[in-house]
């Protein structure tokens, strides 16, 4: 029995820590994540209700909330190794799996989401992979805590201390690093090397959507589905009411990019002509305010205006950029706007960066690194 409880042990618990550096390299994702939870629910709920309001702050609170859950998810690993208070860890993984397996059931039944964001977006898994993963986590949990008597520290409490506190600094340094510098580890598809417009096509290998027609006529009263091979010899005895599709195999016809579409301030849709530019610069944020990196956009436009670089501003609110661009003497870039989760997921940190060749990442640096993109120049 304690060799099945230490195995169970060092499983769930490097599986707590792995799934939390996951989430770790791209906090902001999971908070966009946990942001559509809390939408979808609120459409079900009324808008003077408890849970709509608590949903609500929650969704404005969502980084945070992201931050804070996985630096606990990796705590508790860590904490769980290392045999640190058994009693206070192990109801804790228990309470964190339970909500886990929910949030997994829950995407895996409503059918309204295709990744829960367990493992972020470097590790993509459908929603009912996740539920099985909870589930099976949670039957080690209940195991482990049937058998915590055999759970004991791996070191001197000195060196469990040292292993928590570097743990916390190592979880909370990450985090603050990439919600400032970008992920470590870019899986999005506008990372660098890919083409934007490729990005833009469904792929060559992907599945369609899978419908069969269904016939609904009407005999005596009563109404009958029939498939086209199953319609009935005395069809003429029948009236005809309707026909319907219906999904039966939902397909990944989709591309990796979707709504990225830079209309100007009259309306025009320009990104095929932006994508074909030979280079150009992209500043994409989700909101484009009077910050200290204006100045080094300054900067950058001194250097490209000389090569003949065009930058454009792209933005889910292009009426605010253009007044903070006038506001500071930039009004001569040119201010596009996008569809906001197309930018979300372009714009890692407000804003991003990008260096294009043909509509090809060349360089891609946050907004604290817009001074490494002018050396590169």
């Given at each position: 029995m304690r060799t099945a409880i230490t195995v169970i042990r060092f499983l769930v618990g490097i599986l707590f820590i792995l799934s939390g550096l996951i989430k770790a390299n791209d906090p902001l994702g999971l908070s966009y994540k946990m942001q559509e939870f809390f939408e979808v629910w609120n459409t079900s709920l009324g808008a003077n209700s408890l849970l709509a309001s608590l949903f609500t702050y929650l969704h404005e609170h969502s980084l945070a909330l992201s931050v804070f859950m996985i630096a606990l998810e990796i705590m508790t690993g860590v904490a769980l190794l290392i045999g640190w208070q058994k009693k206070l860890v192990l109801n804790t993984l228990f309470v964190l799996i339970v909500f886990f397996t929910f949030l997994t059931a829950y995407a895996f039944w409503s059918g309204k989401f295709k990744n829960c964001g367990c493992f972020g977006d470097c590790l993509p898994i459908s929603p009912l992979t996740s539920f099985i993963k909870d589930v099976a986590l949670l039957a080690m949990i209940v195991l482990l805590l049937a058998g915590q008597r055999f759970i004991t520290p791996i070191t001197s409490k000195r060196n469990i201390n040292i292993a928590l506190a570097t743990s916390l600094f190592i979880t909370i340094g990450l985090q603050w690093y990439v919600l400032n510098y970008l992920p470590l580890t870019d899986c999005l598809p506008f990372k660098k090397n890919n083409n934007i417009a490729e990005q833009m096509k469904i792929p060559a290998n992907a599945i369609q959507d899978s419908f069969a027609m269904k016939f609904i006529y009407e005999k005596?009263?009563?109404?009958?589905?029939?498939?086209?091979?199953?319609?009935?010899?005395?069809?003429?005895?029948?009236?005809f009411v309707d026909r319907i599709q219906k999904l039966i195999r939902k397909g990944n016809a989709e591309p990796p990019i979707k709504g990225f579409t830079l209309n100007g301030i009259s309306g025009t849709d320009s990104t095929a002509a932006i994508l074909n530019q030979d280079k150009n610069i992209l500043v994409i944020g989700e909101h484009i305010r009077s910050e200290s990196w204006i100045s080094e956009l300054k900067e950058l436009q001194a250097i490209?205006?000389?090569?003949?670089?065009?930058?454009?501003?792209?933005?889910?609110?292009?009426?605010?950029?253009v007044k903070v661009l006038q506001e500071n003497g930039l009004s001569n870039i040119s201010v596009f706007s996008c569809d906001n989760t197309a930018v979300r997921t372009a714009a890692r940190t407000n804003p991003t960066a990008y260096l294009l060749q043909k509509g090809t990442v060349i360089d891609k640096r946050s907004f604290r690194q817009i001074d490494q993109l002018i050396a590169i120049l």
């Open positions: 005596d009263g009563k109404r009958f589905e029939f498939a086209p091979e199953e319609l009935p010899a005395d069809l003429g005895n029948y009236k490209t205006q000389k090569k003949n670089i065009p930058i454009y501003i792209v933005t889910p609110d292009p009426q605010s950029a």
